[in-house]
């Protein structure tokens, strides 16, 4: 099985004794992905950008049977505790899942974000399959391993680069993502690259909150 190459690709590192946290930086439309995965009938979704997996979160409570592939850098230089302190101070809501939010921040700035996001897909069990690399880069990796996932959910870069490089991997996919109402000031960065790489495909953009999702036309 493709996954099991996938999971064997890696060394995961020890989560063992550090508790899960559920947060979630939600802009809004995550319903609409959960609806995809029903029409869809989607056994694996993968999305790039999880951060500490609050939209995996989603994902994976919401079907049982599931499998989410979870890309993301998880740099071990991010610091952590000032960042979610901000946090803390700034977007309260990210944090409503959580009942010691001191606990929470601690043990992020402790453990990294990466055993932390582990530790956080935990309740899951063998239904997430992290994958520790940079995309474009990883898409690539993850294609070559045999890996066919049914929904691509992009929270990463505002730009094009990583549309593409999904559409090339993984053509038959249905793309989607996150940060359609981000960077107002800088033009919506995200819904330019969308709407450009529609008009270029042959897809059209239908958006819930910063929630996106391509259909083809």
């Not at 989607?176 to 529609?198: E, H, I, R």
Request: charged letters at 25%; one cysteine or more; aromatic letters at 12%.
């Amino acid at each position: 099985m493709s996954l099991q190459k996938l999971d064997a690709a890696q060394e995961r590192p020890n989560i063992e004794g550090i508790a899960p946290f559920r947060f979630t930086f939600d802009g809004g439309g995550r319903h609409s992905v959960q609806k995809l995965i029903d029409e869809t009938g989607a056994n694996l979704l993968l999305e790039i950008g999880v951060h500490l997996g609050g939209s995996c979160y989603d994902w994976l409570g919401h079907s049982e049977t599931l499998h989410v592939i979870g890309v993301d850098t998880w740099p071990d230089t991010y610091a952590a505790r000032g960042d979610l302190t901000r946090y803390r101070d700034a977007n309260p809501s990210c944090f409503r899942y959580i009942d010691d939010i001191d606990a929470f921040i601690e043990s992020t700035a402790t453990n990294g974000f990466y055993k932390s996001a582990l530790a956080n897909m935990s309740p899951f069990g063998e239904r997430f399959h992290p994958y520790r690399a940079s995309a474009p880069d990883a898409l690539y990796e993850i294609r070559d391993l045999g890996v066919e996932p049914d929904i691509v959910y992009i929270d990463a870069t505002k730009n094009r680069v990583i549309l593409d490089a999904v559409y090339e991997c993984f053509p038959e996919a249905r793309s989607c993502g996150d940060d359609w109402t981000w960077g107002p000031s800088l033009g919506l960065p995200m819904q330019q690259a969308v709407n450009s790489f529609s008009e270029e495909h042959g897809f059209k953009a239908r958006a819930s909150g910063a929630t996106w999702i391509l259909d083809k036309v």
